[in-house]
C-alpha cells in the first residue's frame, strides 16, 4: 500500500515558479515509476509527466516541456515537480500517482494504482 501527499501548490503570477512535491509513504516507493497530472475545472484529468523508479528516464506533455522537470528523491519517498515560467493556461488541480505494476509509468491514467488527493495551483494574468 502506498499512500501520497501533494504539497506546494498556491497562487502565482504568470511567469513565476511553483514546486510541487509529493511525499509517499511505504517501503516500495523506490521501486515505483510516479506520474504528475492535472484537472483544470470542468475539464479531464491529463497527463504531466512522469519519471521511471531511478530517475533516469523523464517524459513530459508537449505543452510543459521546457518549463516543468520531473525529479525525485528515493532516500526522501519524494517525488517533485519543478514548475517555471508558469501561465495561466496550468491552472489546475496537481496530482500524483504512483504505478506499482509496470517498470513505466506511461501516459494513461489506467496505468496508475495510487493517487495523492491534489494540489491547486492558480497562475494568475
Known amino acids: 500500500q502506498v499512500q501520497l501527499v501533494e504539497s506546494g501548490g498556491g497562487l502565482v503570477q504568470a511567469g513565476g515558479s511553483l514546486r510541487l512535491s509529493c511525499a509517499a509513504s511505504g517501503r516500495t516507493f523506490s521501486s515505483y515509476p510516479m506520474g504528475w497530472f492535472r484537472q483544470a475545472p470542468g475539464k479531464e484529468r491529463d497527463f504531466v509527466a512522469t519519471i521511471s523508479w531511478n530517475g533516469g528516464s523523464t517524459y513530459y506533455t508537449d505543452s510543459v516541456k521546457g518549463r516543468f522537470t520531473i525529479s525525485r528523491d528515493n532516500a526522501k519517498n519524494t517525488v517533485y515537480l519543478q514548475m517555471n515560467s508558469l501561465k495561466p493556461e496550468d491552472t489546475a488541480v496537481y496530482y500524483c500517482?504512483?504505478?506499482?505494476?509496470?517498470?513505466?509509468?506511461?501516459?494513461?491514467?489506467?496505468?496508475?494504482?495510487?493517487w495523492g488527493q491534489g494540489t491547486q495551483v492558480t497562475v494568475s494574468s
Open positions: 500517482a504512483a504505478d506499482s505494476t509496470r517498470l513505466w509509468g506511461g501516459v494513461r491514467i489506467q496505468g496508475y494504482d495510487y
